[in-house]
């Protein structure tokens, strides 16, 4: 079965430094791989994915993430952050070839402060 | 194109009723997944529709049922609401050709309290 486990529950960032949060999933395969972003109340919008190709995704919003297969983790990434990215973010994976059952990590909450 | 759309956004309801959510999916997509996201359990699969065929299903009781029409819109129900049903109500629909196929859009939710 796949899994998806996201290790920070919680960070905080200052508005323009660096931020990566962590995603480590368990499939057989090469999986279908993506980021998601939740505001308060609202549904999951997508911000990038992998399905083959290069490691290295570049998504919405200046995001962008790396996938490592040695290390089964798709990392998320982001230069400089701004307030507005303040949100939570999810990880998931779905299965090869069909990605509409998707099992997501329990989301990271993204703090900025100014 | 416009988004996934889900009626009702907010709903109340008392232990024992039943509830239906709607989903109309982006135009052009033909399957649709629902999912459930509460504070204990995070985000779960309920299921998938496909040509107006359950595709994929998770592991919830068989009060959660659901079903697609021809213009795959989608409608989910749950009987028998229990005070554990309060939760996020998330639909997605993906494409199934082209090069965005197996890539899921969710509609903002609806939210149901059980009372």
């Known amino acids: 079965a796949q899994s998806v486990t996201q290790p920070d529950i919680h960070i905080t960032v200052s508005e323009g430094a660096s931020l990566e949060l962590r995603c480590n999933y368990s499939y057989g395969a090469t999986p279908y791989l993506f980021w998601y972003v939740q505001s308060p109340g609202q549904g999951l919008q997508l911000l990038l994915k992998?399905?083959?190709?290069?490691?290295l995704v570049q998504g919405i919003k200046g995001f962008e993430a790396e996938f490592k297969r040695s290390q089964s983790s798709f990392n998320l990434r982001k230069p400089s952050v701004h307030w507005s990215d303040a949100a939570e973010y999810f990880c998931a994976v779905g299965a090869t070839g069909t990605a509409s059952k998707l099992t997501f990590g329990t989301g990271t909450r993204l703090q900025v402060t100014l | 194109k416009a988004g996934v759309t889900q009626t009702p956004r907010y709903l109340i309801k008392t232990r024992g009723q039943q509830v239906t959510l709607s989903c109309s999916p982006i135009s052009g997509h033909r399957s649709v997944s629902w999912y459930q996201q509460t504070p204990g359990q995070g985000l779960q699969f309920l299921f998938e529709?496909?040509?107006?065929?359950?595709?994929n299903k998770g592991n919830f009781p068989g009060r959660f049922s659901g079903r697609q029409f021809s213009n795959s819109r989608s409608e989910m129900n749950v009987s028998t609401l229990e005070l554990g049903d309060s939760a996020l109500y998330l639909c997605?629909?993906?494409?199934?050709?082209?090069?965005?196929?197996?890539?899921?859009?969710f509609g903002p939710g609806t939210r149901l309290l059980v009372l």
């Open positions: 997605a629909s993906s494409p199934t050709s082209g090069g965005a196929v197996g890539t899921q859009y």
């Open positions: 529709y496909f040509s107006e065929t359950q595709r």
């Open positions: 992998y399905f083959s190709g290069d490691t």
